[in-house]
């Protein structure tokens, strides 16, 4: 009889065998006198709560942040716009839309994610709480989950009502970045759980005994919470429904000339330069640099276009602007208006949004201004007196107000 010469044992293989046993390795019980209140055996016993309602809320949980992710990611690339980003300058409302659909979905999910944590809330308590390393790094994942989407959630509504005491950090940043650590638990969560919410889906669940709240009933509530929550604040965005937006934190037609304000010139410092006699509005070129007071501004031919402003904190409010062409500036100084980027620069002495820059698509638009009358009189203070800038489908942070110098930069 012939003996073949055993296989050599592969280490490599040798240790992720023994690493996976450990990693699956159930653990000790936990002492039985742990088993009290929410530990005990039937704590939970609602007929309501179901894989099924919990795999139905799951996924319009999922549209809701996919729909809030995709959003917030364009708000902040057209912000800090990256080098291959190209944004264009009409239709002139689609960030207005963007964004309001962004708030919007954001509030709508508030309903959404309760009714979410409340269906899975007695998993909290499973027994035994951790039954291997596996088990506890599933739970610690889970954990970062919620954490994020109620940071989120929380934040956002925070922010739109604009009381940032509670958060002793920069909103923008942290809601970005929270975003993607989100996000990323969130791909992680629906990749272990995709079988069981198929399942769940797939098959038919006896509703409760009758008396009880359905599971059809908590969805309509729950749906019905996050329509009545829409319908209540969109009007600050969509202006027919205005009226009925008694939830919404800003109306869309209260302010100095009937439009709101997030930044006063008190506020920003410039109170006393905007206002100055001297003031003089710098135009800089590579072919020669020209400073213009007000009365030179309004010698040039003045246009009237209508533009919204759209905040990032989801209201819209559309004014009547008039001024002068930014293309008839830039080539004031030499440069070519179809090719040019523009950097704009506000009296303001410091601030993330005292400069932005003005691309190509956008300076090249005729409905693109240095604004320097809104309705039918002088811009207030607030609003950006003695010049702003006002420009289609950008965000309202990038609508530069108190205007100090422009600097035109031709591309080659």
């Known amino acids: 009889m012939v003996r073949h010469p055993r296989p050599p044992v592969n280490s490599r293989t040798t240790v992720l065998r023994r690493l996976a046993r450990w990693w699956l390795m159930p653990l000790p019980a936990p002492p039985a006198a742990l ?21 139905q809320l799951g996924v319009a949980l999922g549209a809701t942040f996919a729909v809030c992710f995709l959003t917030g990611l364009l708000s902040h690339l057209i912000q800090h716009p990256p080098g291959w980003l190209w944004w264009p300058a009409r239709p002139v409302g689609l960030y207005r839309f ?42 610690a994942s889970v954990g970062v989950l919620v954490a994020a989407a109620l940071f989120q959630v929380v934040g956002g509504v925070l922010n739109i009502s604009r009381w940032y005491a509670p958060m002793p950090f920069f909103f923008t940043a942290g809601h970005y970045w929270v975003a993607w650590l ?20 797939s098959r038919a669940v006896p509703e409760p005994p009758q008396g009880r709240l359905s599971r059809r009933g ?41 439009l709101p304000v997030n930044k006063t010139a008190n506020s920003a410092g410039v109170s006393a ?17 020209t ?32 001024g002068v062409r930014l293309r008839d500036l830039v080539a004031l100084v030499g440069a070519d208006p179809d090719r040019a980027a523009v950097l704009i620069e506000s009296l303001e002495a410091t601030g993330r949004y005292r ?8 300076v090249r638009d005729p409905l693109t201004l240095i604004a320097l009358r809104l309705g039918s009189e002088p811009l207030h203070l607030d609003h950006g007196y003695p010049a702003r800038l006002i420009a289609p489908n950008r965000p309202g942070v990038l609508q530069t107000k108190w205007v100090a110098r422009i600097t035109v930069r031709e591309s080659s």
């Open 98 to 139: 963007t964004q309001g659909l962004h708030v919007a979905t954001g509030l709508a999910t508030v309903p959404l994610l309760g009714a979410k944590l409340w269906s899975v809330y007695p998993r909290l308590f499973t027994w035994p709480p951790i039954r291997s390393i596996a088990h506890a790094a599933e739970r």
């Open 218 to 258: 908590m969805l309509g509530g729950v749906a019905a919470a996050a329509g009545l929550i829409t319908l209540t604040t969109v009007g600050q965005t969509l202006r027919p429904l205005s009226g009925l937006a008694v939830l919404a934190p800003r109306r869309p037609d209260v302010g100095p000339q009937g």
């Open 355 to 362: 400069t932005s820059t003005v691309a190509p698509a956008h």
């Open 182 to 201: 989100a996000v990323g638990a969130l791909l992680v969560h629906v990749g272990v759980q995709l079988p069981v919410v198929r399942s769940a889906l």
């Open 35 to 55: 088993r009290r209140g929410p530990m005990r055996p039937n704590a939970f016993a609602s007929g309501l709560r179901s894989t099924r309602l919990t795999s």
């Open 273 to 289: 330069l905007a206002l100055d006699p001297s003031y003089r509005l710098a135009v800089v070129g590579r072919a020669g640099h």
């Open 291 to 322: 400073d213009l007071d007000l009365a030179a501004l309004h010698a040039f031919e003045q246009h009237t276009v209508e533009l919204p402003i759209a905040c990032v904190e989801g209201w819209s409010a559309t004014g009547r602007w008039t």
